[in-house]
C-alpha cells in the first residue's frame, strides 16, 4: 500500500515517539511505501519519505492551520491510506491517542480553583481545537477511530454518538519490554543516593496540571518526618514552589528505565490521561502503579495484584493507605500484569487496521 502519516512535529530519537518509529518501521518492513506528512522533524527514518508542510500563526491558529495545509497537499497525490496522528480534516484512520480535547477541559474545571472554572477553555485555541475535534469525529471524514483504552472509547460514544462504534478500535499501547528488565536496582539506587531501605516512589512526566504533581508534593511534604520514604521526580517542567526534602528532582532523562528500576512504586495522579505510557513502562518493569480513574491505563491495573485506582487524585489519605499498602508487601518480587504490554503487538494490530482501511473494508 501507499500510505500517508500525518504527526505535526517528529523526531527519531524522542522516547515520546518511540510508538511512531516503531510504527514506520513495521510499515516499511512490510513492504508498504510510507510518506510522513510533518511541520518539522528531527532526525530520518529509512525508507520514509518526508513532506514538509510549513504552518504561520498563533498558537491558538497553527493547529486549524497544519489541518488545512495536509489537506491541500493531500489533494495532489493518491495514497491507499490517510493515517493522521492529529486532528486534521479528512483521514482514512485517526488514532486518537491526546484523547478529547472537551473532556480534558471537564477535567480542569472540576479540578480548578472555583474562581478559575468560568476562564477554563476560554480564549480562541481551545475553540479552534473543539471545532477541529468535532470535525475529526464526524463520520463523514475520519474511517476508522483508534483508541488506546476504554475509557477513550466510552468518551467518543457520549460526546460524538453519530461515530460508529464498529469503526472504532482499541489498541492499548505497548512499550519495549527488554528496555525495562534488567537493569540493576543497586546501582540505579546509588545513582540517586538512594539507601537499600528507602521505599522509593517515583513519576515520570511533563505537565504539572494535568500530571497531579503537585498532589504528590503536598503528600510527600506531610511526611518529611518519614526519613525512608523519597519521591524521585523525572520531569522537564520546572518546579514551583518549594520543593520537600525527601523529593529527589532528576530532570529529563533519556534512561528513564533507571529511574524505574530505582524505585518501589509508580504514583502518576492525573486528572485526565488517555492512556499513560509511564503506566505500562512501570508494570514492564515489575513495580506496582497507584493512578486515577481518569486515566485509561488504570485498565491495566488489577487491584491489590499490581497497583491501586484513586477515583480522586487529592485523596491523600487513600494515597497513604495504597503507599502503606506496598510498603508493608516488602520485596516479593516483580508484580504481575494480565493484559499484554509488547510494543509489537500494537504495531501489528495497527497496521491490521491500515491494510482494513485501505482495503475499503
Known amino acids: 500500500m501507499k500510505l500517508a ?21 513495521a510499515l516499511t518492513a512490510a513492504g508498504h511505501e510510507t510518506h510522513l506528512f510533518a511541520e518539522k522533524w528531527q532526525g530520518q527514518a529509512q525508507g520514509v519519505q518526508f513532506h514538509s508542510i510549513n504552518v504561520h500563526g498563533s498558537r491558538a491558529e497553527r493547529p486549524r492551520n497544519f489541518a488545512e495545509a495536509v489537506s491541500s497537499e493531500l489533494q495532489h497525490l493518491r495514497f491507499d491510506c490517510v493515517f493522521s496522528l492529529e486532528r486534521t480534516l479528512r483521514q482514512d484512520v485517526y488514532r486518537a491517542g491526546d ?5 480534558w477541559l471537564e477535567r480542569r474545571r472540576q479540578f480548578a480553583p472555583w474562581w478559575k472554572r468560568p476562564f477554563v477553555g476560554l480564549g480562541a485555541f481551545h475553540r479552534n481545537m473543539m471545532e477541529l475535534e468535532a470535525r475529526t469525529f464526524d463520520p463523514a471524514n475520519t474511517g476508522r477511530i483508534i483508541v488506546n483504552s476504554e475509557m477513550v472509547r466510552d468518551e467518543i460514544a457520549q460526546h460524538f454518538p453519530g461515530f460508529p462504534q464498529e ?29 537499600e531501605n528507602d521505599f522509593v516512589l517515583v513519576f ?76 505500562s513502562e512501570a508494570l514492564a ?23 491501586h485506582v484513586l477515583h480522586d487524585p487529592r485523596d491523600m489519605a487513600t494515597l497513604g493507605m495504597c ?23 500494537n504495531v501489528m494490530l495497527t497496521l491490521q487496521v491500515l491494510e482494513l482501511a485501505g482495503r475499503g473494508a
Open 285 to 307: 518493569t515489575g513495580i506496582p502503579v497507584i493512578t486515577t480513574s481518569f486515566n485509561g491505563a488504570s485498565e491495566l491495573i488489577d487491584p491489590g495484584i499490581n497497583g
Open 204 to 279: 515520570v512526566g511533563s505537565g504539572w496540571e494535568r500530571k497531579g504533581l503537585p498532589w504528590l508534593l503536598k503528600f510527600m511534604a506531610g511526611h518529611c518526618d518519614d526519613p525512608h520514604l523519597k519521591l524521585l521526580v523525572v520531569t522537564r517542567d520546572r518546579m514551583r514552589g518549594k520543593i520537600p526534602p525527601n523529593v529527589i528532582l532528576t530532570g529529563p532523562m533519556p534512561d528513564v528505565e533507571a529511574a524505574y528500576a530505582a524505585a518501589d512504586v509508580l504514583t502518576f495522579l492525573p486528572i485526565y490521561e488517555p492512556c499513560s505510557n509511564v503506566v
Open 167 to 195: 469503526r472504532v478500535h482499541t489498541i492499548r499501547n505497548g512499550v519495549e519490554i527488554r528496555r525495562f528488565t534488567g537493569v540493576s536496582k543497586a546501582k540505579a539506587r546509588k545513582r540517586f543516593g538512594l539507601e
Open 323 to 345: 503507599i502503606n499498602h506496598w510498603r508493608a508487601r516488602g520485596n516479593a518480587g516483580p508484580v504481575k500484569t494480565r493484559l499484554p504490554l509488547d510494543l509489537d503487538l
Open 99 to 103: 484523547g478529547l480535547h472537551r473532556v
Open 5 to 25: 502519516l500525518i504527526r505535526r512535529q517528529f523526531s527519531a530519537t524522542g522516547g515520546a515517539e518511540l510508538y511512531v518509529q516503531r510504527l514506520l518501521g
